[in-house]
């Protein structure tokens, strides 16, 4: 687990144990070796979680990449007796609890190497630029059950290639690299087909070069 997640654990198993007494906020605020600071918290009514990061200079809201599932938002914390402004990510309902914790994780780590309090806000918005551009690249993040078979017949190819000519097999392999083919050996090609279906079996053929046996 990542400092981020076993941060979170620790206060949910304070929530459990009705030793929190801020609601509707259970929080934490950590003090980095570089002097940055950082509050954690989870919402206890929602179960929302969510994490501030004090900056040393201010900026406006839409100066901050965003993506479905993560509200980004401004505060102060007068709680801790602290003027500081803080950048705020809020976990939203229907998100996943993991991909918010490594969201936090990749900001907390970019915000440590910063080398000075000017270099938090930059390496904020920078990794917040990193993570939209990621999930923007392909909203099909999971693969298809079609494609999940796919790769599941040149695995099984590669594991047999494996055992017959050894681990350069590995190298082999241009099933991920958007090849006509799955596999090139030596003189050789070989395009991997999977079906799911009885007999009469069928293949799909995704464009005509994987019929081309010049190569």
């Known amino acids: 687990?990542?400092?981020?997640?076993?941060?979170?654990?620790?206060?949910?198993?304070?929530?459990?144990?009705?030793?929190?007494?801020?609601?509707?906020?259970?929080?934490?605020?950590?003090?980095?070796?570089?002097?940055?600071?950082?509050?954690?918290?989870?919402?206890?009514?929602?179960?929302?979680?969510?994490?501030?990061?004090?900056?040393?200079?201010?900026?406006?809201?839409?100066?901050?990449?965003?993506?479905?599932?993560?509200?980004?938002?401004?505060?102060?914390?007068?709680?801790?007796?602290?003027?500081?402004?803080?950048?705020?990510?809020?976990?939203?309902?229907?998100?996943?609890?993991?991909?918010?914790?490594?969201?936090?994780?990749?900001?907390?780590?970019?915000?440590?190497?910063?080398?000075?309090q000017e270099e938090i806000l930059p390496a904020i918005i920078s990794t917040l630029a990193k993570w939209r551009e990621f999930f923007q690249s392909d909203r099909d993040i999971l693969l298809s059950e079609d494609r999940q078979q796919g790769l599941f017949g040149e695995l099984l190819f590669l594991e047999e290639s494996i055992s017959s000519i050894g681990n350069v097999s590995v190298v082999h392999w241009a099933g991920s690299d958007a090849e006509p083919h799955d596999f090139y050996i030596a003189s050789d090609a070989v395009e991997v087909k999977t079906t799911s279906r009885k007999a009469p079996y069928s293949a799909h053929i995704s464009n005509e070069y994987q019929l081309d046996n010049q190569d």
């Open 1 to 116: 687990m990542s400092f981020t997640a076993d941060l979170y654990k620790a206060i949910s198993d304070d929530m459990r144990k009705g030793s929190i007494r801020t609601a509707p906020y259970a929080s934490r605020l950590i003090t980095n070796a570089n002097g940055a600071i950082a509050v954690y918290a989870i919402n206890m009514i929602t179960g929302m979680k969510s994490a501030h990061f004090a900056v040393g200079s201010t900026a406006p809201k839409n100066a901050f990449p965003s993506w479905k599932g993560i509200e980004i938002s401004l505060a102060k914390f007068p709680a801790y007796a602290s003027e500081q402004e803080y950048v705020g990510l809020t976990q939203l309902p229907q998100s996943a609890d993991h991909i918010f914790e490594i969201v936090v994780e990749d900001i907390r780590i970019s915000v440590n190497d910063a080398k000075s």
